[in-house]
């Protein structure tokens, strides 16, 4: 395995510290569209005192009932109106 040393100037690292900052601050997050994701989300504790259920209902109805839900990094949201039209759906 060999080692390479790479030598650089100040000026040289300048322009590359000016070019990053540059591209940082022109950096945009992609904007998501509102049908990906609907504005009414809420928790998965609010979803739950919505419902009028606990915590392990809800969480038992996620993973086994098909309950709509959004993950978002781990983090489970919900739909009020998903979640109406989810408990309209199954008393029929």
């Given at each position: 395995m060999s080692v390479q040393l790479y030598s650089h100037s100040k000026s040289d690292l300048e322009k590359a510290v000016e070019i990053i900052?540059?591209?940082a601050k022109e950096f945009r997050l992609p904007i998501e569209s509102s049908d990906?994701?609907?504005e009414d989300l809420i928790s998965q504790n609010e979803a739950a005192k919505f419902l009028h259920i606990s915590?392990?209902?809800i969480i038992d109805w996620r993973k086994h009932k098909d309950l709509?839900?959004?993950n978002f990094n781990g983090r489970?949201?919900?739909s009020k109106k998903e979640l109406l039209k989810y408990g309209k759906d199954k008393r029929n």
């Open positions: 900052l540059n591209r990906d994701k609907p915590m392990p209902t709509p839900h959004y489970f949201f919900y």
